[in-house]
Structures are given as structure tokens and as C-alpha cells.
């Protein structure tokens, strides 16, 4: 049975201050969270935290994470080609380098539930992941008296990713005139549903950054047909999921830093349905 290399354990442990036992947990999680052998799962960890895997895994190691599901090293970045004079010339002229969106940016989708939109801005920051506030997303529209979806659209353009959050908002069930024997239970009780504006904003991410677009769901909310077979995270308090949400930030194009480990407690993420009464907040935007 392969066995987990001492040299990488110790880069682990160097990026992440985790002692030895912690590094040993954390390894042990994401292998029955991705169901891999414990050899390969810290592999996949040492990638997660910022460790050159390349020193420390097999090409053959490398091929079974790819196999189940779980590849770790990015594609190698393609040859420079020369720049000619004039071109580096036009280019020191504009200031245009080439680099990806400036800034850390995400824009959140959310309804009513500010607890879970607060959980959702915290476990952000504490990645390094910058939440677009409702009022810079007016300044990015660049209008005196914007329509929802002007801002919307420049919020988006400007976002590396958009996290839409599902919660259970509303309650709704099918008019009873309405329903037919094969309808699901569901159907027939009022369920947990999210607002209009967070559907049809998930509708609009969808149309314009497919590959951007990060659907989160706190709680047991309706089936709605349009997002079959789109992976949801799930979210909880659970390391795994936490780590999940992490991934999905990164493949949006988000440098999501998880080296240390303030977001592994950063917001909390429970049903809301379930979840103890507040004082009233201060009112957001939020549809």
C-alpha cells in the first residue's frame, strides 16, 4: 500500500502552521470526502494549500487524481511567443499588461436571509475573496438611476465569480387545481423556496458567465427543473464543504487562499430553517 511521503507532509505543514495530527485529519477528511486513498488525498491537499505538487507526485499518481475526478495540477502555460519593438512599445504606451480582472472580486446573488448572506461574505474575506457591497455595484454601472439589471450586468463583468445563494425565502406549493397524481410531495405542502429575484438573477448568470457561476444552497429548499444536473454545494459548517466552495472559487478564477485557517470557522452555515431568531438586521439589498 503506497504510503503518504514524509517530504510532503513537512510542505504541508509548512504552508498551513497545522501541526502533525491536524495536517494527518485534514488529509484523512478530504480522502473519505473524494473517496481516495490517503496516499493520493495528500497530494490533492498539498495542491489546495499552494505546494508545487509536481515535486512530490508520480505522473501515474497525477493520472489516477485525474481519473477520479480530482486533478490537481493545471495545464502547463503555453511557450512565450517574442513581443516585437513597437508592440512592447504601443503596450508600455496603454498600460495594458494582459492580467486578469483586477482585483479579488465576487458578486453574491441572495434573498431575504442577511444571516446567510452575512456566513457567505465572511467565509469570502477570510479566503481572500473580495464581496461586491450592493452600493459598489451601483458605482459600477456608471448610472444616476440605473435599472436592476444595469447593475447587475457591470456587477457581473467586474466579478471573477457570482455565488448565487439559495435559501429557503419563501414558501410555495402548486394550487391544488393544478395538481396531478404524479406530482412530488412537495408539490402538495408549502416548501421552502428561494425569492423570485435570486431565480431569475441565477437565470441571468447563467445566460451571460455559465462557467463562472457558483450555486450554493443553505437548507432544503423546492426542485426547480431548469438547474437539474448542475452541481450545487450543499453548504454546512463541514470542513469538506467548506473545501468544496474553496475549489469551485478557484475554477471561477478566483485566488481563493486556504493556507491558513480562519475559513475553515469563518460564518456559519446552518439550515435556516432551524436557525434561532435575531434581532432584526439593518436592511441590505435583497430582493
Known amino acids: 500500500m503506497a504510503t503518504i511521503k514524509p517530504a510532503l507532509l513537512k510542505a504541508i505543514q509548512d504552508r498551513t502552521d497545522l501541526s502533525r495530527a491536524q495536517t494527518y485529519a485534514r488529509i484523512q477528511q478530504t480522502a473519505s470526502s473524494d473517496f481516495l486513498p490517503r496516499h493520493l488525498a495528500a497530494i490533492k491537499v498539498g495542491a489546495d494549500v499552494g505546494v508545487t505538487i509536481n515535486k512530490y507526485a508520480t505522473p501515474e499518481e497525477l493520472a489516477q487524481l485525474r481519473q477520479a475526478g480530482s486533478p490537481v495540477v493545471p495545464p502547463a502555460p503555453s511557450p ?91 414558501l410555495a406549493q402548486l394550487r391544488p387545481e393544478l395538481l396531478s397524481p404524479h406530482d412530488k410531495p412537495y408539490e402538495r405542502t408549502p416548501t421552502g423556496q428561494a425569492r423570485p429575484n435570486v431565480l431569475f438573477e441565477a437565470g441571468m448568470a447563467f445566460v451571460t458567465h455559465p462557467d463562472r457561476t457558483i450555486m450554493v444552497q443553505m437548507g432544503t429548499v423546492r426542485e426547480f427543473s431548469d438547474v437539474a444536473g448542475r452541481h450545487v454545494v450543499h453548504m454546512s459548517n463541514d470542513y469538506a464543504k467548506r473545501q468544496e466552495l474553496a475549489v469551485k472559487l478557484r475554477n471561477a478564477g478566483c485566488d481563493a487562499d486556504t493556507s491558513g485557517s480562519d475559513w475553515v470557522t469563518a460564518g456559519e452555515f446552518v439550515d435556516p430553517l432551524t436557525r434561532a431568531p435575531k434581532t432584526k438586521a439593518a436592511k441590505r439589498r435583497g430582493g
Open 80 to 170: 512565450a511567443r517574442p513581443v516585437s519593438a513597437p508592440a512592447r512599445a504601443a503596450t508600455k504606451a496603454s498600460g495594458r499588461t494582459g492580467k486578469k480582472k483586477a482585483g479579488n472580486q465576487v458578486f453574491v446573488v441572495h434573498g431575504r436571509d442577511l444571516a446567510a448572506r452575512d456566513a457567505i461574505f465572511s467565509f469570502l474575506r477570510a479566503v481572500g475573496v473580495k464581496p461586491i457591497e450592493w452600493t459598489s455595484a451601483l458605482a459600477m454601472s456608471k448610472k444616476a438611476a440605473p435599472y436592476i439589471g444595469d447593475v447587475l450586468e457591470a456587477a457581473f463583468a467586474e466579478a471573477r465569480a457570482i455565488v448565487v445563494l439559495i435559501t429557503p425565502d419563501d
